[in-house]
């Protein structure tokens, strides 16, 4: 199972709004409703920011949301703010029974 | 407020074996599938295996299939991952992690290293 395709690098000023994408074929992203989204910062484990493509867990902010198209997905962050920098990865259920994670894409703030 | 603490991580020799645990508290265990996942110095997140609640189902990734062991003991709120036959690329550090959602992680322990070398 090949690693989904994440940019290595994004970046955007604060109050900005910045898109990862994450692409994948359709026996994982395109095929199930099951994306991920994880916010890594140096030296701490990964927290999870989306899952099930849209949905945000209690305590993460209305300014990250996801979506997908085809065998794209996308997660974007509105009114970007300095804590935001970090490391996201984007992860997939596949029709392997498995789960693929992309490669991260780092997130500066200007 | 969910608690994972793995433990076991170390030094071994490649063709070696290492059991890795975790300990959850705060949380009905049972009730969650778990999952390990692990991370090479400087890179991305690997996904290794995924087990069921009742630990009747388990899933593992083809580059660790046949090597490691995911189990469960839900009388002691304790994931473990059994690993064997390790090679120098098995190197990282090893979360173990909750499923509330189906294949999406929401609590993660502090990670636990393991080096494979000679």
């Known amino acids: 199972q090949s690693a989904l395709a994440q940019p290595p690098s994004v970046s955007g000023s604060p109050g900005q709004s910045v898109t990862i994408s994450c692409t994948g074929t359709?026996?994982?992203?395109?095929?199930?409703?099951?994306v991920s989204w994880y916010q890594q910062s140096p030296g701490t484990a990964p927290k999870l920011i989306i899952y099930?493509?849209?949905y945000r867990p209690s305590g993460v902010p209305y300014r990250f949301s996801g979506s997908k198209s085809g065998n794209t997905a996308s997660l974007t962050i509105s009114g970007l703010q300095a804590e935001d920098e970090g490391v996201y990865y984007c992860g997939s259920y596949t029709s392997s029974v498995t789960l693929v994670f992309g490669g991260g894409t780092a997130l500066t703030v200007l | 407020q969910v608690q994972l603490v793995e433990s076991g991580g170390g030094l071994v020799k490649p063709g070696g074996s290492l059991r890795l645990s975790c300990a959850a508290s705060g949380q009905i265990f049972s009730d969650y599938y778990m999952g390990w996942i692990r991370q090479a110095p400087g890179r991305g997140l690997e996904w290794l295996s995924y087990i069921s609640g009742s630990g009747s189902a388990k899933y593992y990734a083809d580059s660790v299939k046949g090597r490691f062991t995911v189990s469960r003991d839900n009388a002691k709120n304790s994931l473990s991952l059994q690993m064997s036959d390790l090679r120098v690329e098995d190197t990282g550090v090893y979360y173990c992690?909750?499923?509330?959602?189906?294949?999406?992680?929401?609590?993660w322990g502090q990670g636990s290293l393991v080096a494979v070398s000679t």
């Open positions: 099930e493509v849209t």
């Open positions: 359709s026996s994982d992203v395109g095929g199930h409703n099951r």
């Open positions: 992690a909750r499923a509330p959602y189906y294949w999406a992680f929401d609590s």
